[in-house]
T-cell receptor
Framework: GENVEQHPSTLSVQEGDSAVIKCTYS??????FPWYKQELGKRPQLIID?????GEKKDQRIAVTLNKTAKHFSLHITETQPEDSAVYFC???????????FGKGTRLSVIA | GAVVSQHPSWVICKSGTSVKIECRSL??????MFWYRQFPKQSLMLMAT?????????EQGVEKDKFLINHASLTLSTLTVTSAHPEDSSFYIC??????????FGPGTRLTVL
């Protein structure tokens, strides 16, 4: 089955700096890669996703890159703000009505 | 985006009792619903996948007789934790999917078993 590895487990950055979180996956049939932000006690919130036919996607301060050959994808947050502090999860699936396999999460702290 | 609700949002029960959690898709038909469990400071782990009108598919290590899942309609799935024990205390989250890749998560149910 799919295995998703996520690094780092914790990340502290100064406000205004960039943050990068990296994930690798093992199932070459995976073709959908979402990123979630989760605040304590709340549901995961989809912040950006990418499909395997695209190499990069950007939405304001957030971008995701995908390297299908190497089976890794990354989340980039620029101009970080204190409200970006949360736990971020990457995930992978085969798309459609197939389950998501999550990485272990990255606790991001943005220091004002 | 589509909305998924969960009820109750939190529940405290005594060891040995059963607890039912409801997951509803409010504005779309969820042909598939997923149930995840999240222990403190850990990731979401898939427990089971359920398709409307058929038996759920459980992940390895998840006891199907303990975690009963029913998906009787395209808008409602239920998870019943039978004979709950303290080690079942966790955050249970459902998600619904239709015909796209995106899954819509419910707000979660925090279960505490005393």
């Amino acid at each position: 089955g799919e295995n998703v590895e996520q690094h780092p487990s914790t990340l502290s950055v100064q406000e205004g700096d960039s943050a990068v979180i990296k994930c690798t996956y093992s199932d070459s049939a995976s073709n959908y890669f979402p990123w979630y932000k989760q605040e304590l006690g709340k549901r995961p919130q989809l912040i950006i996703d990418i499909r395997s036919n695209v190499g990069e996607k950007k939405d304001q301060r957030i971008a995701v890159t995908l390297n299908k050959t190497a089976k890794h994808f990354s989340l980039h947050i620029t101009e970080t703000q204190p409200e970006d502090s949360a736990v971020y999860f990457c995930a992978a699936s085969r798309g459609g009505n197939t389950p998501l396999v999550f990485g272990k999460g990255t606790r991001l702290s943005v220091i004002a | 985006g589509a909305v998924v609700s969960q009820h109750p949002s939190w529940v405290i029960c005594k060891s040995g009792t059963s607890v039912k959690i409801e997951c509803r898709s409010l504005d779309f038909q969820a042909t598939t619903m997923f149930w995840y469990r999240q222990f403190p400071k850990q990731s979401l782990m898939l427990m089971a996948t359920s398709n409307e009108g058929s038996k759920a598919t459980y992940e390895q290590g998840v006891e199907k007789d303990k975690f009963l899942i029913n998906h009787a309609s395209l808008t409602l799935s239920t998870l019943t934790v039978t004979s709950a024990h303290p080690e079942d205390s966790s955050f249970y989250i459902c998600s619904g999917g239709s015909d796209t890749d995106t899954q819509y998560f419910g707000p979660g149910t925090r279960l505490t078993v005393l």
